[in-house]
C-alpha cells in the first residue's frame, strides 16, 4: 500500500541554519503531496501542499517541490528562526481523495537561538 | 472558539466499557475528519463527514467504531467494548470544502487499561 517514510529525527539546528527534512513516498498512481507543522501545545496544521509533478509549495519560508522522478517531497527552509521548533509530517492523499492522507513518522526540529 | 475543540483531553477506561470523544470543528468548516495515532505509528484515517453526505467510513477499524455528526457541527467517536489496542490518540479536523484537513484539534488521549 501506499507509504511515507520521513527523515529520522530529533533535528536540532542554530538559528538562521539551512533545513532540508527528508521524505519519499512510494503510491499507486499520483497522489498529492502535503507537509503538517504541529507547533508545541497546537493541532496539527496544513503547511504546503502539491499536487502534480514539478509543482513546488510555499509558505512560511518553506518549500517542498514535487519530484516524481525521485518519489520525494523533500521540505526546505533557507533559514530558519527558533519559532520553527515543531513536529513536522509529511503526507500522501490516498489515490481516492485527498481526505484520506497517509502521514509519515514525524520529524521534531528544535531551532536553538 | 477560534481552532477544533476536542474533549475530554485524556480518558482512561477499562477494558470492555464504552467510550465517546467529541470533537467541535471550526465554525463554517462543512468538512470534518477524524484520525489516530497509536504508540510509534504515523496518523490513520478513521472517517471522514462533509457536508450532508454519507460519510466515508472506510477507515474504521472494526464494527466497534462508530461516528456520527449533528446537524453538520459537532462529532462524537463512540467506541465500543474497547480493548488494549485502542490506545491512542484520537484527533479531529475540519475544512471549510473538500480536500485534505486544513486545522486539527489537540486529540484525545485514549488509555485502555
Known amino acids: 500500500g501506499d507509504s511515507v517514510t520521513q527523515m529520522e529525527g530529533p533535528v536540532t539546528l542554530s538559528e538562521e541554519a539551512f533545513l532540508t527534512i527528508n521524505c519519499t513516498y512510494t503510491?499507486?498512481?499520483?497522489?498529492?503531496l502535503f507537509w503538517y507543522v504541529q507547533y508545541p501545545g497546537e493541532g496539527l496544521q496544513l503547511l504546503l501542499k502539491?499536487?502534480?509533478?514539478?509543482d513546488k509549495g510555499s509558505n512560511k519560508g518553506f518549500e517542498a517541490t514535487y519530484r516524481k522522478e525521485t518519489t520525494s517531497f523533500h521540505l526546505e527552509k533557507g533559514s530558519v528562526q527558533v519559532s520553527d521548533s515543531a513536529v513536522y509530517f509529511c503526507?500522501?492523499?490516498?489515490?481516492?481523495?485527498?481526505?484520506?492522507?497517509?502521514f509519515g513518522q514525524g520529524t521534531r526540529l528544535t531551532i536553538n537561538p | 472558539g477560534a481552532g477544533v475543540s476536542q474533549s475530554p483531553s485524556n480518558k482512561v477506561t477499562e477494558k470492555g466499557k464504552d467510550v465517546e470523544l467529541r470533537c467541535d470543528p471550526i465554525s463554517g468548516h462543512t468538512a470534518l475528519y477524524w484520525y489516530r495515532q497509536s504508540l510509534g505509528q504515523g496518523l490513520e484515517f478513521l472517517i471522514y463527514f462533509q457536508g450532508n453526505s454519507a460519510p466515508d467510513k472506510s477507515g474504521l477499524p472494526s464494527d466497534r467504531f462508530s461516528a456520527e455528526r449533528t446537524g453538520g457541527s459537532v462529532s462524537t467517536l463512540t467506541i465500543q467494548r474497547t480493548q488494549q489496542e485502542d490506545s491512542a490518540v484520537y484527533l479531529c479536523?475540519?475544512?471549510?470544502?473538500?480536500?485534505?484537513?486544513?486545522?486539527f484539534g489537540n486529540g484525545t488521549r485514549l488509555t485502555v487499561t
Open positions: 503526507a500522501l492523499s490516498d489515490r481516492k481523495g485527498a481526505q484520506k492522507l497517509v
Open positions: 502539491a499536487t502534480k509533478a514539478d
Open positions: 479536523a475540519s475544512s471549510p470544502g473538500q480536500g485534505p484537513p486544513l486545522h
Open positions: 503510491a499507486t498512481g499520483y497522489p498529492s
